[in-house]
């Protein structure tokens, strides 16, 4: 696992967004697997900024969402798909249809599932992977206990991650208890994994993922399964790591090159 610690959020945010640019530029075709969270919004934002500059195409790309609401309609304003369109495919070129999510608000969640997982494999799996970090290591929706072989299905939210992603809704009790997300297997088969934590709420986290035990019980903790993993951590979550000073030498200021 490659882990790079920035001093700020912002440094963190632009070192993310560069590196799946850096993927685009690299690969225009490239399959991306896409996540939202308040973590992505202004990762997004940057490459948007660096779409209009002319430095980065999504025209050929296509992407994966991880997850989305069950029993939440695209048009909801609280829904992944709006989230999305919000923050990013309706300011790039992405073709349509190229980005999918599951639908939320299906009779048969499970069947959606199913048929999600397949047009995955049918793609040829997630060239890169961006991931965001719960609290409670979540990701996805993958929430702790989830299968680490697990493909994807349908999930019930715990308590705290329906409380902290409430602000997304208008009335709390509107969090629904279900969610379509992409299995931690579904996640390891990609070719690249990118994940992106800052503050000082994801220290636990963070050093659960990196140094804990590979264990369901913090579903991240899965990555370190990963050949290709890159972890980017602010300093505040990166505060609670016990080899952090190995990192810093390894990566001085997050820095992707070798020393
Ligand atoms: C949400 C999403 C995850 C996201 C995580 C962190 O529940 N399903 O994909 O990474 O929680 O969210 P935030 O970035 O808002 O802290």
New binding site residues.
Partial sequence: MKVLIHADPARALDCTAGLLAARLQRQPDAVLGL??????EAVYARLIAAYKRGEVSFGQARSFN??EYVGVAPDHPASYWHYMREHLLDHVDIAPGAALLPRGDTPNPEAEAATYERAIVEAGDIGLQL?????NG????NEPTSSLASLTRVKTLTRS?RE??ARFFEDPAQVPRL?I?MGIGTILRADEVLLLAYGE??ADAARAMIEGPLSAACPASALQLHRKATVVLDAAAASKLALRDYYEEVHPDGRDVPI
């Fill in positions: 996540a939202t969270g308040g973590t992505m991880l997850d991931l965001g970090l719960g609290a979540h990701i996805g929706f991650t902290a992603n969610a997300t709420g994801k």
